[in-house]
């Protein structure tokens, strides 16, 4: 069984301005939503309190907020949570009020008004810490790039990286303009999976570069659009076959996982299926446009090892 | 060329045998258990305790399944939750106020495991419910009372050396001492240089013409009390957690200024919060001596006025119920030494009014014992009598006297202890009750499994024989990546499970990666021989420089990350390296093993391998090879 069967190379480099602008206008449209929407940041980067309540019986909204109501927190949301049984409330940061006492007093009055309330989680996230959190996030964020383009302007050579990195962040954007338009909260786990793909997603660019650079190698006569397509046909069965097995996984997540574990397997869905298109079809023509050539990569003095040109068969 | 030599496989088989030692406690379920331990330092966690235990859950026959001794204290294995409450409640009574009995869950493992380290995972607050709680100290309150005491120190300096100024103030964090005449002021300075080398010393006269003198803390002695002050908080924070009876407390300093508490297990946030938020007291009150009062109170009939307490010792004290000073006149507590006599002894610095009280107080008393008792949760304890030898001025204080440096020590925790070095808020808050950690144990458990069932399947029937050892060297990774875990006993999250899934379904792309590599190979008419050499070692650079930038991912979240993510990070990481060990290295070994020993290999199974035209060149047609 094999199920990529190409018979000759496919000319992507030709339509190489059609992929960009589709990305690009993706970009664009991320960046809108980004701008327009913003970010519904979770309770780890705003700060505030979440309470995880279940019932015995499913979630009477209105008697809830009757209760809540009561005490006079002003603004709030509740809503249900992965069960009908199950009530999800965010209070947002209060000055001046003490937060930590804050989850105590909805217990209490929720326990009063309906004795099978059972608090499941609560998360108070004081307005210091979540500015950290942003903050090392996106410090995190920071270093993953600069480390990815160092790793592969040392291996590579610079175009690759840069290219490589252009390609990739713009998934990023992407997933966060997902995560503007749908509203959903972007929460710390979130932010793993977006670091994760970008690491991820890296591969791909980092599979077909290799395979560039070998090319450059064997195929002496053949034009850059020549090789950069010849390298990207013959890895493309590897991409779909990786890129499945790992969205395997996620799904299984996405399935199985609950929701706690829902917006993380989203976030990787989104960064895998955009990975495969961008890592690939954003960052070849990238590199051609920047004018790689094949004395960027075939260097004499170059370590030949790891191509092992002996066992060409 | 495709064969190992003995030692690769060896290496192999070590791994794996270590791996399986490993993951095996967490194949085992937990069973209730009762842990016994303590808070402090004078009680001996020995084999005697062990003896004690034992002896006292036979008495009440309560039945148990096996208590042993550990580093941390006495563990005892039961059948049930009921009868885990009862041998909780059965020891407590038993060995009394000095133990902590706490309830856990221990894996049913055998003792040999437990013997070589080999423990279940530790799971984190997620999965196993509990509360995390992050505290923030006020520095800047821990600064203001060194600033209050220094100003009380150097007034005191001063008068003692009979310096002529004018008054001495606080501005700010600074000590501002005023004086009319400048010979005053050198001799003043040379003295207090002299006295506080901590503080940097500065002249500066005000508008008026008036001479100053500005004491300011040196940066490196504002970094001690800083220090200083989360630690004896921690301190403080680590016998007060110790009354919850929580079997695994976690209290760490994370960063300069915050203190992480980890309570696992504990439900009762309400209840935490206040004990973690409770300020103990501290009173220092006369002892009453009168003859024939002390008998009359152990007795039964204690005096009007007075309190019978216990000494630390165990002795019993009458002390007067009229309080001479409270804590919060003491500034600080350390433990020393007496310099007259070398003993052991406990500095204590009061505040203005607290050296003032105290100056009267000892004038009046002097031959007779002052009590100073810690009063906690509306429990009394006498810390120490000593007897005032001499009227004490300046508000510093030597308590000495048949101390051991241990006992010191302890004096001066608790006598700080009577309030926080500096107040503590809580930046940050995480419950999960019991139930929902299970459930988040479930869901992890069952993305991972279902995950890998369906990948295996897929890579299975797309690589044929290839692709079972692909699947195998999967499982070794999964195998190895819990042993490490277990092993590191690193916290295992619900990210920290997310991360496995994951790092499962990125560790297929090294074989995929090299099983393309082999089709292609035959594709173009290598061996099979060939192939599988040219496969492996052509997808080698690739793994390595995808592995190396996901690695880069990874590291970045472990430095940035925060709880959760940060379980996220080690799994992924770890994983990682895990993956290139086993997608490699032992998958290799298992081709050479099935195919290496054939000299004639005609076909590899690896699937159906497609060839565009079996007569033009292998690639492409204008490949150009």
Not at chain 2, 488 to 509: H, V
Not at chain 2, 572 to 587: D, E, N, P, R, Y
Request: charged residues 20%; hydrophobic residues 45%; glycine residues 8%.
């Amino acid at each position: 069984m094999e199920f990529f069967r190409f018979k000759r190379d496919i000319p992507f480099m030709r339509y190489a301005l059609v992929f960009n602008v589709i990305s690009g206008v993706t970009f664009v449209l991320a960046v809108f939503f980004l701008a327009t929407r913003g970010l519904n940041l979770g309770v780890d980067f705003r700060g505030g309190t979440v309470i995880e309540v279940t019932y015995a019986h499913p979630v009477d909204f209105n008697r809830l907020r009757g209760a809540i109501d009561k005490l006079a927190l002003g603004e709030y949301s509740a809503q249900s949570f992965g069960a009908s049984d199950t009530a999800l409330i965010r209070l947002p940061l209060k000055e001046g009020v003490s937060s930590a006492k804050l989850s105590e007093q909805v217990m209490t009055t929720l326990k009063a008004d309906d004795p099978s309330a059972t608090q499941q989680r609560v998360e108070f996230v004081g307005p210091q810490v979540g500015r950290e959190l942003f903050e090392n996030g996106a410090l995190a964020l920071l270093l993953v790039s600069a480390g990815i383009v160092g790793y592969l302007a040392m291996r590579f050579e610079w175009r690759f990286a840069v290219a490589a990195i252009i390609a990739n962040l713009h998934d990023i954007v992407i997933i966060l303009g997902f995560f503007a338009l749908f509203q959903w909260e972007f929460s710390l786990p979130v932010l793993a999976a977006i670091l994760a793909v970008l690491g991820y997603s890296v591969n791909e660019s980092v599979v077909v570069a290799d395979r560039i650079r070998e090319n450059f190698r064997k195929m002496r006569k053949a034009s850059v659009t020549h090789v950069i397509d010849n390298a990207i046909t013959s890895t493309m069965s590897r991409t779909i076959i990786t890129h499945g097995s790992t969205q395997l996984m996620v799904t299984s997540m996405l399935l199985f996982g609950g929701e706690t574990l829902h917006y993380f397997a989203l976030a990787l869905t989104i960064g895998i299926l955009f990975g495969i298109y961008s890592s690939v079809l954003v960052m070849a023509p990238l590199v051609m446009w920047m004018g790689v050539s094949r004395e960027d990569l075939v260097k004499p003095e170059k370590k030949a090892g790891l191509e092992g040109e002996k066992i060409v068969p | 060329m495709n064969r190992y030599p003995l030692w690769k496989y060896l290496v192999i088989g070590v791994a794996l045998l270590i791996g399986f030692v490993y993951t095996l406690p967490n194949l085992f379920p937990e069973v209730p258990a009762v842990q016994v331990s303590t808070s402090k330092a004078t009680v001996k966690i020995d084999n005697a305790l062990l003896a004690q235990v034992e002896a006292a859950l036979a008495a009440a026959k309560v039945p148990y399944r096996g208590a042993a001794l550990d580093a941390t204290g006495v563990k005892v294995r039961l059948p049930d939750t009921d009868t885990q409450i009862k041998a909780r409640d059965t020891l407590q009574a038993a060995l009394g106020e000095n133990y902590i009995v706490a309830l856990n869950l221990l894996s049913a493992s055998p003792q040999w495991l437990s013997a070589i380290g080999a423990l279940p995972m530790y799971l984190g607050l997620d999965l196993r419910g509990g509360v995390h709680f992050l505290l923030q100290v006020d520095m800047k309150a821990a600064l203001d009372k060194a600033a209050d005491r220094y100003t009380t120190d150097i007034r005191s300096l001063l008068r003692e050396k009979k310096t002529q100024y004018s008054g001495v103030g606080r501005e700010g964090n600074n000590v501002v001492v005023r004086f009319r005449d400048d010979a005053e002021r050198n001799r003043a300075r040379a003295e207090i240089d002299k006295a506080f080398p901590d503080l940097a010393l500065r002249e500066a006269d005000a508008a008026g013409g008036e001479l100053r003198l500005i004491a300011a803390l040196k940066p490196e002695a504002q970094k001690r009390i800083q220090d200083g002050a989360i630690q004896q908080n921690i301190t403080i924070l680590r016998n007060r957690v110790n009354e919850l009876g929580v079997a695994e407390p976690i209290i760490q300093q994370q960063g300069a200024d915050r203190v992480v508490v980890q309570l696992p297990g504990v439900q009762d946030t309400a209840r935490a919060k206040d004990i973690l938020g409770r300020t103990a007291s501290l009173e220092i009150r006369m002892v009453n001596e009168e003859a024939g009062a002390l008998e009359q109170a152990l007795a039964g009939q204690v005096p009007f006025g007075s309190d019978l307490f216990t000494e630390r010792g165990g002795a019993p004290v009458l002390v007067r119920r009229q309080v001479v000073l409270t804590g919060d006149r003491i500034n600080d507590a350390q433990p020393g030494f007496d310099q007259r006599t070398n003993e052991a002894a406990v500095h204590v610095n009061l505040d203005g009014t607290g050296a003032r009280i105290f100056k009267e107080v000892t004038r009046e008393n002097v031959g007779k014992r002052m009590a100073i008792v810690l009063v906690e949760k509306g429990k009394a304890e006498v810390i120490t009598a000593p007897v005032i030898r001499e009227e004490i001025g300046g508000g510093r204080v030597q308590i000495s006297g048949r101390m051991t440096t241990r006992e010191a020590n302890d004096v001066a925790l608790l006598m700080r202890a009577g309030a926080l070095a500096a107040p503590m808020e809580i930046v940050e808050e995480r419950t999960v009750g019991p139930s929902l950690g299970k459930e988040n144990i479930d869901k992890g458990f069952a993305s991972v499994t279902y995950g890998f069932i369906v990948l295996s399947l897929f890579i299975c029937g797309y690589y044929m024989l290839m692709g079972l050892i692909s699947t195998i060297a999967l499982s070794v990774n999964l195998l190895l990546l819990v042993s490490i875990l277990s092993m590191l006993q690193a916290t295992l999250t619900l990210p920290g499970i997310a991360a496995i899934a994951l790092t499962l379904g990125m560790a297929i792309d090294a074989n995929v990666l090299i099983n393309e590599r082999i089709r292609e190979e035959l594709r173009w008419g290598a061996t099979p021989h060939a192939a599988i050499q040219a496969g492996y070692e052509r997808a080698w650079g690739t793994i390595l420089d995808s592995n190396v930038t996901t690695l880069i991912a990874g590291v970045a979240l472990f430095i940035f990350g925060s709880g959760p993510v940060r379980g996220f990070a080690v799994v992924h990481c770890l994983g990682i390296m895990t993956s290139m060990f086993s997608a490699v290295f032992v998958s290799r070994g298992m081709v050479n093993l099935i195919y290496g020993g054939r000299k004639k290999l005609e076909k590899i199974s690896i699937g159906q391998i497609w060839r565009p035209d079996a007569t033009t060149p292998p690639g492409t047609p204008a490949a150009g090879r």
